[in-house]
């Protein structure tokens, strides 16, 4: 086989849904729709709607609402690519795993370093402002805060002793089983849109229509910049497929858990944004740290309401961490079963069936990251990573639409192939807007990735070993 040929090798969906069945590589199925809908949204609704509507709402005026419509959208056309690949593979590894099965080993590889990079970072950045919510409910509640010494990261702090203890908590609970975390993300979603209904039924008492106008005041432009940042608050609902494995029912579950979560999240976030502009305007929010409790302050005259949001923050961060952690363990374990990474880093507890070892190491380097590293232009970084994932996953069902026209689907991306190239194209519309540094990053962490694959995936590959031994 040529080198050509062997790096871009696929692996058969059989061989991969078959490894899900091999005694202590396969992750126990333990998850059904409505938890599996609840990791989506507890994975969306965080950080995103909690601080970035105001910067969105910087550049776009009251257009941020179109900008939430818009990178609704774009979301929408992957969600369905991801959607059909999902129920047509229950495995572990979300685009890492469909890329594999696509486009072959390379392109998996660059995917997984891709996602390792976006979901890793993403923890790490999202703890940061977990702690920096615990000092806003602190001083919301009792009038304290933590000092700024052990509250936040370098270089406004010296440890971030929040952020580490966020992140190792959630990792415990990931590595006691996917059960126990599922069930108590459910708890944590639940609180989270109790938050967010309450601050929706507020504003609509307290509208101002003048504060919509002008609606555009940057024009188209400005709600592209806008949709391009606040994408970021939608990041997450793919981090369902990547419990795929773990799905009681992944052909009928997955579809409606990926979907579902978006439209919830994005009905949510239009809501949200209608009111905050309603009540505040544009200038406020853009002008405040914590825009949803300054719409609620300023707008409707509620103080006390600071209380309740910074409470809300609090769980909605925590149930972001624990998902996106969960997500990127999983991802991580598949590239390790497949040889890219260490496979003995692959193992599972004997009793709770998660891959422990692999979470608490994980675990413990993202919170050092938290504590220690000041962590500038995550969004954008982030936001890079995710689009590129976007655009191979709908790569991917066209593909395979063409390589495996039979292989059964219990999901079909409707009217294709025009709606996974939309998907595409919106990912791609999304990903030119951001700046040549994210870009510059981004390339460095590519090639960095390569460089292992080189001297230590393409060596080390299970597909590889197969081949060699055939």
């Not at 105001?54 to 776009?60: C, H």
């Not at 609970?173 to 993300?185: F, H, K, M, P, T």
């Not at 009217?415 to 998907?423: E, N, T």
């Given at each position: 086989m040529g080198l050509r040929r062997r790096l871009f090798a696929t692996r058969s969906v059989d061989s991969l849904v078959a490894d899900t069945a091999v005694d202590g590589q396969s992750l126990k199925r333990a998850v059904g729709p409505v938890q599996l809908t609840a990791l989506g949204v507890g994975a969306v609704i965080g950080t995103g709607i909690f601080v970035v509507i105001?910067?969105?709402?910087?550049?776009?005026g009251p257009g941020v609402i179109l900008a939430f419509v818009l990178a609704g959208l774009a979301c929408l056309f992957s969600a369905l690519s991801y959607a059909e690949l999902a129920s047509s593979m229950p495995v572990s590894g979300s685009a890492y795993t469909y890329t594999y099965a696509t486009l072959g080993e390379l392109v998996a590889w660059i995917i997984g370093w891709d996602l390792i990079l976006e979901y890793g970072v993403a923890v790490a950045a999202i703890a940061v402002g977990w702690g920096g919510n615990v000092n806003a409910f602190l001083d919301a509640t009792l009038g304290v805060e933590l000092p700024a010494a052990?509250?936040?990261?370098?270089?406004?702090?010296?440890?971030?002793?929040?952020?580490?203890?966020?992140?190792?908590?959630?990792?415990?609970?990931?590595?006691?089983?996917?059960?126990?975390?599922?069930?108590?993300?459910?708890?944590?979603?639940?609180?989270?849109?109790?938050?967010?209904?309450?601050?929706?039924?507020?504003?609509?008492t307290a509208i101002n229509t003048g504060n919509f106008t002008p609606l555009l005041p940057q024009g188209g432009d400005g709600v592209v910049s806008a949709a391009a940042l606040i994408f970021f608050a939608f990041i997450g609902f793919d981090a369902v497929t990547t419990?795929?494995?773990?799905?009681?029912?992944?052909?009928?579950?997955?579809?409606?858990?990926?979907?579902?979560?978006?439209?919830?999240?994005?009905?949510?976030?239009?809501?949200?944004?209608?009111?905050?502009?309603?009540?505040?305007?544009?200038?406020?929010?853009?002008?405040?740290?914590?825009p949803l409790a300054a719409a609620l302050s300023d707008g409707a005259g509620i103080t006390w309401a600071a209380a309740i949001l910074a409470f809300g923050a609090l769980v909605a961060i925590t149930s972001v961490v624990l998902v996106i952690l969960y997500g990127q363990t999983r991802i991580f374990f598949s590239m390790c079963r497949d040889g890219l990474l260490p496979r003995r880093l692959a193992s599972l507890h004997p009793?709770?069936?998660?891959?422990?070892?692999?979470?608490?190491?994980?675990?413990?380097?993202?919170?050092?990251?938290?504590?220690?590293?000041?962590?500038?232009?995550?969004?954008r970084l982030t936001n890079i990573g995710t689009l590129f994932a976007f655009v191979l996953v709908n790569v991917g069902v066209l593909v395979l639409r063409r390589t495996r026209p039979d292989m059964p689907r219990?999901?079909?991306?409707?009217?294709?192939?025009?709606?996974?190239?939309?998907?595409?194209?919106?990912?791609?519309?999304?990903?030119?807007?951001?700046?040549?540094?994210?870009?510059?990053?981004?390339?460095?962490?590519?090639?960095?990735?390569?460089?292992?694959?080189?001297?230590?995936?393409?060596?080390?590959?299970r597909l590889r070993r197969q081949d060699a031994s055939s």
């Open positions: 105001g910067e969105g709402a910087a550049l776009a052990i509250s936040q990261s370098p270089p406004d702090g010296r440890f971030n002793l929040p952020a580490v203890a966020v992140v190792l908590m959630i990792t415990a609970l990931l590595a006691l089983g996917v059960r126990e975390s599922a069930r108590a993300n459910l708890v944590m979603v639940v609180v989270k849109l109790a938050v967010l209904i309450f601050f929706i039924v507020v504003a609509c419990g795929s494995e773990e799905a009681r029912n992944p052909a009928r579950d997955l579809p409606i858990a990926i979907i579902g979560s978006l439209v919830i999240c994005t009905v949510f976030y239009v809501l949200v944004s209608i009111g905050a502009i309603g009540i505040a305007g544009a200038g406020t929010l853009a002008g405040s740290d914590a009793r709770f069936g998660t891959p422990a070892k692999l979470t608490v190491g994980l675990g413990l380097l993202i919170s050092v990251l938290a504590a220690l590293v000041p962590l500038s232009e995550i969004v219990p999901y079909r991306v409707p009217f294709s192939p025009v709606l996974p190239v939309l998907g595409i194209a919106f990912a791609v519309y999304l990903m030119i807007d951001l700046p040549g540094s994210t870009w510059l990053r981004f390339a460095l962490w590519l090639l960095a990735g390569i460089l292992i694959y080189a001297f230590y995936g393409y060596r080390h590959s």
